[in-house]
């Protein structure tokens, strides 16, 4: 049998990172050196081993074993192991949720995970390569199934991988997505040329019956992505949701994500086995067809492995905090810390084609963020809600969004719109503050407060951070953490000197005592609305009914279990395995943290020499924490994560209504008001 010690060092590595040798001992250490440990002075220039990064340098569209090839290029470094987890375990500190993953309550126990001892093995474990040991993180993270909580390694998200077969899970199975065949013409040449190279006929495949996938009967098949790679939401079954295709209006424009299936930031897979029936398929028996990914890279583009790792892996000036006391005015952004978008990078979804966009003409306040409508009829009023940010959102100014919910709500009124259907099918969230205005304009100032009660951890250097910032006298415009950024219970703006951690309350999950700070709630002056906001509501809120697939993140997930907890807002959820239970609101966490913020906030208070604060990351990546909770009304012990609410109404999606906006609000105008 062959020993190890026969084999070189650098076949060492690539053997294991192809997963040839995953499972064998670690290299003893008695053995005799290995002759080719020095590899450094073995070859001349020219019979360097090939660098995998060159091989794919300037090309969009690659082989993802090759793109693979380029990110497992670069060895594992302790040093940078131990810098990484010691941000990562010291940003974990400010997790509000990071007890309940001790057992998580049903029915989101697939979420249990001790993390700490978690971190304990990743900081254990020999890996071969860089990539293997931030891909260990990723995991741990993305398996939290909390897309406000993730190690984001920049170095490993820099390409797409993309199967030209998305799914749909309709009534009558699951299929290729029929429209499959036109949609991926936008990638252009280089895309389908790629595809002829490996002699796939995807269009062939749109709208085929699909059976097996990866060797298992679809439906688990989908299941297993949902559990192990989609990650974001704490519902199984809003994860089901997120591995399927289906339509979004993230940034202006209404387009197909592909889902968890046939998209990846990460690249793990080279080719999918799929067991289908095609459309044209002459005997009507299964073909089994394994359909290749492609790897799609959008960014700067790099040479070689030194440039790749220049651009994307070294940290840059951009990667940790500055201390804002230091800053610029106009540089300063403490906003940036109350929203989220769900997706890591950026993932190129194409375009939703022609046939699916809607018909009927814009209404009043629509301009791409948020699209509103009046369904046939006059009766009933569509406010389509991609995302809760606003235009001018990148300056404190949140304008756009009021203006456009006034205006769709006047001329709604103006028609004689009696019924309001709001669609929130993949929001991503946003500003808190702009949802909480939107439940507010619907409910009425009457009503009173719009928001829920809210509680910060109180770990050690949290409580440090409000003395420092009391002591210094900073605002809300240099730190996310002053008291200046809450109102009392009762409505009444903090002041300066209030310290919210002065005493802690006492808080215990699954046996652990983590106290938190005082109760509060959001203040949103920024939030301009033209006009005053009417007493009562513009339409009776029995005729409010909320649309979505479930994937409804962050601020979309506030707004939405505001209207159910305290209006009994009819919601309906679309998609889903029929025989599984599913929640309304994907990732209700409440403010999201990404590392640079909480890193800014440890500098502007000067607590960055602290014991307790961790070091400036060496690399380049991000690490985002849930930072706050917010509590229901149904049990004011229990954040909204853990609550659960399934919608009064489901709808399996079919060959009508998938993809297409407007149908799916006709059946639901139907459905609920017909
Ligand atoms: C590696 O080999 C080169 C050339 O033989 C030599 O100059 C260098 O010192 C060696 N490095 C180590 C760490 O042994
Ligand atoms: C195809 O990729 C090459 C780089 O390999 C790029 O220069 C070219 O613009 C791409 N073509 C299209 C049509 O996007
Ligand atoms: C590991 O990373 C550190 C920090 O970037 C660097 O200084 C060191 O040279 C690296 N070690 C090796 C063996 O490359
Ligand atoms: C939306 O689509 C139009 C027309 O295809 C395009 O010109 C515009 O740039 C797109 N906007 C965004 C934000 O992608
Ligand atoms: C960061 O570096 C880039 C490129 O080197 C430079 O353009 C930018 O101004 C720098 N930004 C800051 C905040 O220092
Ligand atoms: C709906 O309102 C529009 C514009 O006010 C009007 O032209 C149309 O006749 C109305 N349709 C119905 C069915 O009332
Ligand atoms: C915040 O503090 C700065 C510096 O003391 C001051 O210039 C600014 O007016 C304050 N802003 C608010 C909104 O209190
Ligand atoms: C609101 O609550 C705070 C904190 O309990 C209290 O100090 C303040 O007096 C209250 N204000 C009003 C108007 O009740």
Known sequence: MLSFRFLCSWLLPSLLSRGLLAAAAPIREDLPPDPCANTTGLYSRQDLPPDPCAKIAGLEFVDPADAIACQKSFPFNETLRQNVLSVVS?????????????DSPPPFQESTKNIRAELERISNTPYATDYDFNMDLYDLTNQLNDGHTRWLPTCYLTYQNILPAPIVLLDEGVFIAPDSDSLFDQFGSNFTDYFAAKGLDWRRLAGAKVLEIGGMPACDYIDSVARTASGNYLDHNVRVN????????????????????ASSLVLRQTSLKFSLIPVDSPSGNPECIDVPFVAFFGGNPFDDGPSYWDLYCAATNTTNGVDQRESSEASR??????????????????????????TLPQSDGSNGLMNTYILPGNKTGVMFIGTFESEQSDNNDLAQFPADVVAAVATFQASGVTNLLIDVTNNGGGFICLGLFLHQYLAGTNF????????????????????????????????????????????????????????????????????????????????????????????????????????????????????????????????????????YKGMAGTQVLEWVALDTEIKTT??????????????????????????????????????????????????????????????????IFG
């Not at 997120?242 to 299936?261: A, C, F, I, K, M």
């Not at 952004?333 to 809607?358: I, N, Q, Y």
């Open 606 to 671: 000067g607590l960055k020499d602290d014991p307790l604060a961790p070091p400036d990351l060496l690399v380049n990546a991000g690490m985002r924490y849930n930072s706050r909770s917010a509590y229901s009304f149904f049990d004011e012990n229990l954040p909204i994560a853990y609550v659960s609410e399934p919608p009064q109404f489901r709808f399996p999606y079919t060959a009508e209504t998938y993809n297409n906006p407007e149908k799916v609000w006709t059946f639901v105008e139907n459905q």
């Open 333 to 358: 952004s403490p906003t940036r810390a109350v929203r989220v978008k769900v997706e890591a990078g950026s993932p190129s979804e194409p375009d939703l084609p022609p046939p699916f966009l809607p």
């Open 90 to 102: 010291r940003v974990f500190d400010f997790y509000t949720f990071e007890d309940f993953y001790l």
């Open 242 to 261: 997120s591995v399927l295709s289906s339509y979004q209006l993230p940034n202006g424009n209404l387009s197909q994500r592909l889902g968890d299936l």
């Open 448 to 583: 009173g407060l719009p928001g829920f009660q809210t509680t910060t951890r109180a770990n050690p250097l949290a409580q440090k951070i409000v003395k420092s910032d009391i002591a210094e006298g900073l605002n809300r415009t240099v730190s996310v953490y002053s008291p200046d950024n809450w109102l009392f219970l009762n409505g009444t703006h903090m002041p300066l000197d209030f310290d919210y951690y002065d005493p802690t309350l006492p808080y215990v999950i699954n046996g652990q005592q983590d106290p938190t700070s005082q109760r509060f709630t959001d203040f949103c002056p920024d939030v301009q609305v033209p006009g005053p906001i009417p007493p009562d509501p513009p339409f009776d809120l029995s005729n409010v009914v909320i649309v979505g697939n479930g994937n409804c993140a962050s601020t979309c997930a506030i707004f939405t279990t505001l209207m159910f907890e305290r209006h009994q807002t009819k919601i309906v959820t679309f998609g889903g395995h029929p025989d599984q239970s599913i929640e």
